[in-house]
């Protein structure tokens, strides 16, 4: 990973969110700075200032990005009173719950 990747992920910033002429004048930065990944606060300001970045919207948009990626991996939570997803159209706590739980309970015995 080239060394401005890394002081935007120390940073907690998505490299989509900065324009051509911000990731160029990063990559001047990743020269003068001897560790990337373990850059200091007032390094990180430096370069905030520098390159005229809004960090705190930067890095609330990398959060919400990872979230959603995230809770899309997730798989989603089937209640009880819910047909169940096997397709016999019973409710999932008279049908495929008993599974799961009887396969839980032989995994904490083995």
């Known amino acids: 990973m080239e060394q401005y ?3 935007l992920k120390s940073m ?4 989509e969110d900065l324009t ?3 990731i160029e ?3 001047k930065f990743a020269g003068k700075i001897s560790d990337p990944k373990n850059i200091n606060v007032n390094q ?6 520098e390159l005229g970045l809004d960090i ?3 890095q609330k ?3 919400r990005v990872r979230a959603e990626i995230y809770n899309k991996n997730k798989k989603p939570k089937i209640g009880p009173n819910e047909k169940c997803p096997c397709g016999t159209g019973k409710k999932y706590k008279k049908c495929c719950i008993w599974k799961i739980v009887d396969q839980s309970l032989t995994e904490k015995t083995d």
């Not at 990180?44 to 200032?49: L, N, R």
Request: charged share 30%; aromatic share 0%.
């Open 5 to 7: 990747q890394e002081i």
């Open 12 to 15: 907690d910033i998505l490299l």
């Open 20 to 22: 051509s002429e911000q």
């Open 25 to 27: 004048g990063l990559k």
């Open 44 to 49: 990180a300001m430096s370069i905030v200032k």
């Open 56 to 58: 705190k919207k930067l």
């Open 61 to 63: 948009n990398a959060r």
